[in-house]
C-alpha cells in the first residue's frame, strides 16, 4: 500500500477508498501512537485519525461493508450512543480505538 497522506492539498479521501486501504494493510503495520489532533503514526508514516480507526475495525469485521455501515451509522452504547464518525470527528478517535481493542481482546462481543 502506498499510504494515505495525512497533509495533502487534495480532497479528503473518501470513506470508503479508506476502508478499502484498512483491508490492504500488512496486518503486522501495528498503529504506535496518536499523533496530535489530525493522525495517528504507524511504523513509516503518520496516518489520519478516521483511517487509524478504520484499521482497527477491520481487525474486528471481516466485511468492509459493515465497518461502513458500523462507522457511519451504528450507536456505541459504551460511548454515549454516538457513532464512531461522531466521535472521531469530535476528537475522540482514541476512544474508539480503545473500545475496538476491548472487543479484540474478547471483553466484549
Given at each position: 500500500m502506498t499510504g494515505v497522506p495525512l497533509n495533502s492539498s487534495l480532497a479528503e479521501p473518501s470513506?470508503?477508498?479508506?476502508?478499502?486501504?484498512?483491508?490492504?494493510?500488512?496486518?503486522?503495520?501495528?498503529?504506535?501512537?496518536?499523533?496530535?489532533?489530525?493522525?495517528?503514526?504507524?511504523?513509516?508514516?503518520?496516518?489520519?485519525?478516521?483511517?487509524?480507526?478504520?484499521?482497527?475495525?477491520?481487525?474486528?469485521?471481516?466485511?468492509?461493508?459493515?465497518?461502513?455501515?458500523?462507522?457511519?451509522?451504528?450507536?456505541?452504547?459504551?460511548?454515549?450512543?454516538?457513532?464512531?464518525?461522531?466521535?472521531?470527528?469530535?476528537?475522540?478517535?482514541?476512544?474508539?480505538?480503545?473500545?475496538?481493542?476491548?472487543?479484540?481482546?474478547?471483553?466484549?462481543?
Amino acid at each position: 500500500m502506498t499510504g494515505v497522506p495525512l497533509n495533502s492539498s487534495l480532497a479528503e479521501p473518501s470513506l470508503r477508498s479508506l476502508v478499502m486501504a484498512a483491508y490492504a494493510i500488512n496486518p503486522s503495520g501495528q498503529l504506535i501512537s496518536p499523533a496530535g489532533d489530525l493522525g495517528y503514526s504507524a511504523f513509516f508514516q503518520l496516518i489520519p485519525v478516521t483511517f487509524a480507526v478504520l484499521r482497527v475495525a477491520a481487525e474486528v469485521e471481516s466485511s468492509p461493508a459493515a465497518v461502513m455501515e458500523w462507522y457511519r451509522n451504528t450507536p456505541i452504547e459504551e460511548l454515549g450512543q454516538f457513532t464512531a464518525e461522531q466521535l472521531v470527528a469530535s476528537g475522540r478517535a482514541e476512544v474508539v480505538i480503545a473500545f475496538l481493542r476491548t472487543i479484540l481482546d474478547g471483553a466484549r462481543a
